[in-house]
């Protein structure tokens, strides 16, 4: 199962930008991979790792935005949860 955990966030590292990536989806890998996922009343999912916390601006449809992914890639680079350092 964890092989389906990993694509799901190789979808945030994808070149070109991927705008098809499911919300549920990447948050069931991200808590997989020990990320804990909040949803706030002011729609945002704020994640919580290690000791370091990001808001994420939730779509209005079941996929990230463009801009989004960006974002949440940068955080994941920033806590080392890249592709390659999955198991």
Same mark, same amino acid.
């Not at 020990?34 to 704020?46: L, R």
């Given at each position: 199962?964890?092989?389906?955990?990993?694509?799901?966030?190789?979808? @945030?590292?994808?070149?070109?930008?991927?705008?098809?990536?499911? @919300?549920?989806?990447?948050?069931?890998? $991200?808590?997989?991979?020990? @990320?804990?996922?909040?949803?706030?009343?002011? !729609?945002?999912?704020? $994640? !919580?790792?290690?000791?370091?916390? /990001?808001?994420?601006? $939730?779509?209005?449809?079941? !996929?990230?935005?463009?801009?989004?992914v960006v974002n949440l890639r !940068? /955080?994941?680079?920033?806590?080392?949860?890249?592709?390659?350092? $999955?198991?």
């Amino acid at each position: 199962m964890s092989h389906k955990h990993k694509a799901k966030i190789e979808k @945030v590292f994808s070149h070109p930008i991927s705008a098809n990536i499911d @919300v549920k989806k990447l948050f069931s890998a $991200l808590e997989h991979y020990g @990320v804990e996922i909040d949803i706030s009343k002011k !729609h945002k999912a704020i $994640l !919580h790792y290690k000791d370091k916390e /990001f808001a994420l601006n $939730l779509p209005h449809s079941d !996929h990230l935005t463009k801009d989004e992914v960006v974002n949440l890639r !940068h /955080f994941l680079e920033e806590m080392g949860l890249t592709p390659e350092n $999955l198991e």
